[in-house]
């Protein structure tokens, strides 16, 4: 109990405190992460942006511990969620995911991917549980497709699915891994509009995109990884206007065009 | 001719009650069969549980250290290695050693097929459920995770309903084929189908009736089983892709 005051206190505002984070395959010949220091504090939104295998990918997944890290440590709430007697279940549920591929049940309507998991989880009754659901989805536009199935929908109408699905359980903090890179370009600005107005309400969110546009726009602080490694971090102007890195320059100079 | 064929089939059916026969060897072959299929399917399962867990978690339990990892992987490779026997081994062999000497004592030879047939058949189910498991895409399974569901509660709420749809045309391909094999029962001595159908052969000195009347039985069942498994994976689709 002691260690968590004191690593609070230590904190200040932060939500996810990460220190010295590794991740090796192959013993240690690939270093997906080689050492990833970071605090996330409560209601900004830091985005990620890098090459493809920069590890950013890598490094969001470790967040929730989809990737089980090598070394170092993942402090969340308060609590070492990196500590193998932490239960992760618990804290998974305050770490709201949204993917590249979705990811939406196949074999339940919208309403019942929405459900689920507050139903199971949190025993909400299914009326609570459905008018929730049904005020996220409303709210993304989406209220006529409830019984709707995932197949049936669009890809940006999926997507949208998939927020409010990881909305739905409350969350704390929203990671969003690519979740644009799989639509079709007329459907992204629709997802990144939902985003936006998460973040203009306060939820801190941490996000890997390749939509630099939004970066500027949103975020509170933009983060460059490559092999592994932060290389530069700052607020959007500082990092677009005034690149330090020469592979931070590099990159920015292939993807701002 | 037809008068020939109708004389042939009085002969081997109806004169001597030997229709009595073919319906008391269908109902065995039933019985053992549907015995056989509930118990390799719930062992089975349970087979592919461990594997497929293993196959899953190995990478986790690995680097979260401890005794779960040791103890999966003994109990995995145990598994594994039964797998490895049963199919390596015939089923008529396997029913033999299981009549004349693992169960040597037992009063039911119809037990002792149901044994032999159901814990052959298990190694199969296994197979065909954890290759079933491992094709539902991960992604699937990571958006259950990231829920906060545990790994129990994501394979029975999200990965266990999609694999059963996904493993029903080949699991109906092992029902068959277990149907199909409980014939080798004459072997130890049971009744079955097939052997009443020998049987009636041999009293008759008439091999083309009984044999194609039994081939014919064997024929329809298979039809009816194959009609049940359409409706039910029908039912299951529905509302999909």
């Known amino acids: 109990m002691k260690d968590n005051e004191t690593v609070k206190g230590i904190q ?14 192959n013993g240690g010949r690939v270093k997906a992460l080689d050492g990833v220091d970071m605090e996330i504090k409560k209601g900004e939104v830091v985005v990620i942006i890098g090459p493809s295998g920069s590890g950013k990918s890598t490094f969001l997944r470790s967040l929730n511990l989809l990737e089980i890290p090598t070394e170092g440590k993942i402090i969340f709430d308060g609590a070492d969620i990196t500590d193998p007697k932490s239960n992760i279940n618990l804290h998974r ?6 993917f590249q591929h979705f990811n939406l049940f196949n074999n339940m309507n919208i309403l019942k991917n929405m459900t689920i998991a507050p139903m199971k989880l949190l025993k909400k009754s299914r009326e609570e549980a459905e008018q929730k659901a049904k005020a996220l989805l409303k709210r993304v536009g989406l209220e006529d497709r409830a019984s709707a199935f995932p197949s049936q929908l669009s890809g940006g109408q999926k997507q949208r699915v998939a927020i409010v699905r990881a909305l739905c ?7 969003f891994d690519e979740p644009t890179s799989a639509l079709d370009p007329e459907m992204v600005g629709e997802v990144l509009d939902v985003m936006k107005s998460l973040a203009s309400e306060g939820m801190t969110m941490a996000v890997v995109t390749h ?19 932060i290389l530069e971090q700052g607020t959007p102007d500082e990092i677009f206007s005034n690149p330090q890195n020469p592979r931070l320059k590099d990159f920015l100079s292939k993807v701002l065009v | 001719m037809f008068d020939e064929l109708r004389d042939k089939i009085m002969l081997c059916f109806i004169d001597n009650g030997y229709w009595e026969w073919l319906v008391e060897g269908f109902l065995h072959t039933v019985l053992i069969t549907v015995f056989a299929v509930i118990l390799g399917l719930v062992f089975g399962i349970i087979l592919a549980a461990v594997r497929s867990s293993y196959d899953k978690n190995e990478e986790t339990l690995k680097l979260r250290g401890g005794v779960g990892y040791y103890l999966l992987k003994a109990i995995n490779f145990i598994c594994k290695i039964y797998i490895t026997v049963i199919r390596g081994v015939p089923v008529v062999v396997q029913l033999m050693i299981w009549y004349f000497v693992i169960l040597v004592s037992s009063k039911s030879d119809i037990f002792v097929a149901v044994i032999a047939f159901g814990f052959n058949s298990a190694a199969y189910v296994a197979e065909i459920f954890r290759g079933g498991i491992m094709s539902i895409d991960n992604g699937q399974f990571e958006a259950g995770r990231s829920l906060g569901f545990n790994y129990v509660q994501t394979m029975i709420h999200i990965v266990i309903p999609q694999t059963v749809k996904a493993v029903l045309p080949t699991l109906l391909n092992e029902i068959i084929a277990l149907l199909k094999e409980t014939s080798i029962a004459g072997y130890v001595g049971i009744m079955d189908l097939t052997k009443a159908g020998d049987l009636i052969r041999g009293r008759t000195f008439e091999a083309f009736v009984p044999l194609i009347a039994v081939a014919i039985i064997y024929l329809v069942t298979v039809v009816v089983l194959t009609k049940v498994f359409t409706t039910i994976e029908r039912r299951l689709r529905r509302n999909e892709r």
Request: proline share 2%.
């Open chain 1, 12 to 25: 200040g505002g932060s939500l996810i405190s990460i220190k010295g984070l590794k991740k090796h395959y």
């Open chain 1, 93 to 98: 549920r305050k770490m709201g995911m949204v």
């Open chain 1, 169 to 175: 359980m409350e969350p704390e903090v929203m990671l």
């Open chain 1, 211 to 229: 939509e630099m546009g939004f970066a500027k726009e949103v975020a509170t602080r933009v983060v460059f990884m490559d092999g592994g490694k």
